[in-house]
């Protein structure tokens, strides 16, 4: 089930929120909710929420030894070899066997092991709450079936954002919902709708189209140069939207019932430098590694050699989080050596150039990491780059020329979309509203209206709409 499907908007959705309302009080709301929760992760994987069910109880029984003394360090070593051993397993084992069985010319004896949904994101929130509470940072919760809805809320259990326990703590057990709550929450879970169904499907569905509907080496190499080069914007643009648009999702739904989730995207390609990117793309993510993994390792407060290690092992760590595949794990790397060339002469060379050069350079370079990041096999990474630059069999074909024309203005205007020129305009009728009680009136109606129509239009294009995936659901 995903958010953006019909059945989930107009059925899932509403019967949760008018079970929630009903509820009078926290304890039977968090009820409805686990129920709501453990549903919506069974309806892909009903084998798999015992997992997640085991590793809530595993974890909320570390914390609470911990708690009562004694070695508290062997808990959080026993939590750790749980919860990294079982994303191990379930994500790794097979990656490992078959490169090890690779270098001797075996055959892996490992079957297939299948991926659970949303495994890296709900084993990364239980784990940052026993390594707080092993730091005192938070108390350990009593209940069990408190921790064991905090780590499946359907809202954000299957794609993210990362929740921090120690953000969401207070309002697990005692939280209230107003009419502010609900109208921000609405509004926000419709601008996520509206990137998931206006700009994330319809930039796949020609990144896809422009190579035959496979990302295989045969699709790359007969396809042209300029079926390559919008291909990957168009990819570009699908995985932001589709990624922030999931977020925008989870926060608003969550704001709906109480809780007040991080942000996850502040217009990432907006940024002027690698760093800057990173601050802005994922921030849940790049803030529980450098929390739990690149400050206890030393940070930056070290010798120049030992930031670069730590820097390196922070790197390699994000590209193999986001799967079990030496391309995911060069392009962790491809950012750490940009990172590094800021660090040593780059950014400071940035920062006395025009802003246009930094925006444009982060746009070279995570054009190229999306390329890293698109395809698993290297040979196919090769002619996609090889293809770009005149290695393609044509120049162009007709084929590609019909799909460029047809989406003329999909891909400008999705760039400017991913773009805060949006929040700006809000912002200054918001200004101007203050000024004229004209202005203020019908920026009131326009804001009342306009999440009732992108939901129209989004119900509109979902109809028999067969293209909706969602791509993090893989990680």
């Not at 019909?402 to 003329?408: D, K, Q, S």
Request: glycine share 8%; with cysteine.
């Amino acid at each position: 089930m995903v958010f953006s499907s019909l059945f989930f908007l107009y059925a899932f959705l509403p019967l949760n929120l008018l079970l929630y309302k009903l509820a009078k009080t926290t304890p039977v709301r968090n009820a409805v909710l686990l129920v709501f929760s453990l549903v919506f992760y069974a309806w892909g994987e009903p084998v798999y929420m015992l997992l997640l069910i085991g590793m809530a109880f595993f974890d909320w029984l570390f914390a609470r030894l911990m708690e009562r003394g004694g070695n508290r360090k062997l808990w959080l070593v026993l939590a750790v070899i749980v919860n990294i051993g079982t994303i191990g397993v379930f994500k790794y084992l097979n990656f490992l066997a078959d490169n090890l069985c690779g270098l001797f010319g075996a055959v892996s004896p490992i079957p297939a092991i299948a991926l659970p949904i949303g495994i890296s994101f709900y084993t990364f929130q239980l784990l940052s709450y026993v390594i707080d509470v092993y730091r005192g940072e938070v108390k350990a919760q009593k209940k069990y079936t408190t921790v064991l809805l905090y780590a499946s809320l359907f809202h954000q259990c299957i794609a993210g954002p990362i929740v921090r326990y120690q953000d969401v703590e207070n309002e697990l057990t005692c939280r209230r919902v107003d009419f502010a709550d609900v109208s921000e929450g609405i509004r926000r879970f419709c601008i996520g709708l509206g990137k998931k169904v206006f700009f994330a499907n319809t930039c796949g569905n020609l990144a896809d189209s422009l190579l035959g509907g496979k990302l295989t080496l045969e699709a790359v190499q007969s396809a042209d140069s300029a079926a390559l080069w919008v291909s990957m914007l168009a990819y570009m643009m699908q995985i932001y939207f589709d990624f922030s648009g999931y977020s925008d999702m989870a926060i608003g739904m969550g704001r709906m019932m109480g809780f007040h989730y991080l942000e996850n995207f502040n217009y990432p390609y907006a940024a002027h430098s690698v760093q800057d990117f990173w601050r802005r793309w994922h921030m849940s993510l790049s803030s529980f590694f450098r929390d739990y993994v690149y400050i206890p390792l030393g940070g930056s407060r070290c010798s120049f050699g030992r930031w670069l290690f730590n820097t390196l092992v922070v790197w390699a760590l994000t590209g193999l989080w986001h799967g079990a595949s030496w391309n995911f794990v060069l392009w962790g790397l491809f950012f750490f050596v940009f990172l590094v060339l800021e660090k040593l002469f780059l950014g400071k060379l940035l920062q006395k150039l025009p802003k246009v050069i930094g925006h444009l350079y982060l746009w070279i370079v995570v054009f190229f990491g999306w390329v890293l990041f698109r395809f698993s096999d290297l040979q196919t990474v090769w002619a996609v780059i090889s293809g770009m630059f005149g290695g393609a069999a044509e120049a162009i074909t007709k084929a590609t020329e019909l799909a460029i024309r047809n989406n003329l203005f999909l891909l400008p205007l999705a760039i400017v979309a991913s773009t805060p020129l949006f929040k700006w305009l809000s912002h200054k009728m918001d200004v101007a509203s203050g000024n004229s009680k004209v202005i203020a009136n019908i920026w009131a109606v326009v804001q009342l209206i306009w999440p009732v129509v992108i939901l129209a239009v989004s119900t509109v294009l979902l109809v028999g709409d067969s293209y909706n995936p969602f791509l993090y659901f893989q990680f």
